[in-house]
């Protein structure tokens, strides 16, 4: 009988990297693939569903305006609960650390599923940074029968924190494999940018930058765009009502920052590409940017994803207006720097992680 196996998405990025895992199960023989979308985010998660064709099973809805933390936590687990009972699956998986993946992996402990973590080992080793992310991936790695690490770091985390060493994998991120994928189809899509002009990409969500970080970093990026008449800034800004609202008020209305809606991913991929280089505090474009050899300067204090920074292709700046605008600066003007940092270097796979994925689980259970 073919295993059943309920893949979760809640987020945007959780769609990015599971889709790969989605289709390459799918395309299995083994296996009964089931998917389930808690739409913790709503149009976000269903713009990247529809672009790689993916219709949930089950899709519990969840999102609401400006939601909290507890309040989320909450409807995530009495509604994965009953779902859990109802579809009794043989394996769950899910990606990586929002509240969707702590509270899958948690529901699933209790009903004694066997859970399955994809970019698990990711750690900064400070639980408020990123907040509440860095929590939501030791909860899901501790209770985790198989981890799929990016990296041969992720797995040293891991280990040390006496995971045990027969249950991690190392298959590479499955981001890159979404990323190559969308890579070759999106130079049509690219973004509409005065001739002549460089282009800077920006996005920011965190929520250890909401309030005054964050303040601080759209007014680093007005000084830059007031002083630069050859530079345009592109950010598709987060629905988040904390990031939103601030954005609107500190960055609109200027005639080189356009602010639009978040990005379809297929435009996005081609914004990367189009940037001369990407202002940030996702943990998604620090992987992708690297292997489209497009340099980033990451608005946080700390990153899970050293492998870039080692690298010398990722620099930390934090949300500290000097810094961003000195780091800017320096990509704008000094061509070795920026040479230095547009180096196309993929530390985070090689495309074939899915694949990966989806045999070790096939060996597990066939
Ligand atoms: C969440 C994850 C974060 C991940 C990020 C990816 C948690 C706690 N946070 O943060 O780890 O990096 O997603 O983007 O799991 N909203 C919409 N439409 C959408 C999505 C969001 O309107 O499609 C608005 C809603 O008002 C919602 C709010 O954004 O309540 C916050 O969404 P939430 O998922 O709680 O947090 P994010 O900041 O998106
Ligand atoms: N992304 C997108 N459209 C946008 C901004 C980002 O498709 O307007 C993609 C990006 O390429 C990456 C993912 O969304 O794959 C990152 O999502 P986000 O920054 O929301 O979350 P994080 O990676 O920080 O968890």
């Keep these: 009988m073919k295993k059943k196996i309920l893949c979760i998405v809640g987020t945007r ?12 199960l799918k395309a299995a023989s083994w296996v009964n693939v089931r998917v389930l979308a808690t739409a913790q985010h709503r149009q976000m998660l269903d713009q990247v569903l529809s672009l790689f064709d993916i219709v949930p099973d089950i899709d519990l ?14 409807r995530l687990m009495t509604a994965l609960d009953a779902c859990f ?38 750690r900064t080793g ?23 690490a990016p990296t041969e ?16 994998f190392v298959t590479g991120n499955t981001v890159i494999d979404a990323l190559l994928d969308i890579a070759e189809r999106c130079d049509d899509v690219a973004p509409a940018i005065p001739s002549g002009q460089r282009l800077v990409l920006v996005t920011a969500h965190r929520r250890e930058n909401f309030g005054e970080p964050f303040a601080q970093i759209c007014r680093a990026i007005r000084h830059l765009a007031d002083r630069r008449e050859d530079v345009t800034f592109l950010y598709p800004v987060h629905p988040n009502p904390n990031v939103k609202e601030i954005a609107c008020a500190l960055l609109g209305g200027h005639p080189r920052i356009q602010l639009c809606e978040p990005l379809d991913y297929l435009p996005f991929v081609a914004a990367m590409k189009r940037a001369h280089f990407i202002l940030s505090d996702s943990g998604g474009v620090q992987e992708e940017a690297p292997a489209l050899g497009k340099p980033v300067l990451v608005l946080r204090r700390e990153t899970e994803r050293p492998e870039a920074v080692t690298e010398g292709v990722v620099k930390l700046v934090g949300p500290d207006f000097d810094a961003i605008v000195r780091e800017s600066l320096r990509l704008l003007d000094d061509a070795d720097a920026y040479r230095a940092m547009a180096r196309g270097v993929s530390p985070y796979g090689d495309g074939k992680a899915a694949a990966r994925i989806c045999e070790i689980l096939r060996t597990s259970f066939v």
């Design 153 to 168: 770091s992720a797995r040293r985390n891991l280990l040390a924190e006496t995971l045990p060493e027969d249950a991690i």
């Design 126 to 148: 400070d639980l408020f940074n990123p907040f509440p992310e860095e929590m939501n991936r030791i909860v899901a790695g501790n209770l985790a029968r198989w981890h799929f």
């Design 13 to 24: 990025p959780e769609a990015i990297k599971m889709a790969p895992v989605i289709l390459a």
């Design 85 to 122: 009972e109802d579809e009794a699956p043989d394996a769950v998986l899910a990606q990586g650390d929002t509240t969707t993946v702590m509270v899958a992996a948690l529901a699933a402990f209790y009903r004694r599923i066997p859970f399955g973590h994809v970019e698990a080992g990711l």
């Design 61 to 74: 809805d969840v999102m609401r305006p400006n939601q909290t933390l507890p309040a989320l936590t909450a």
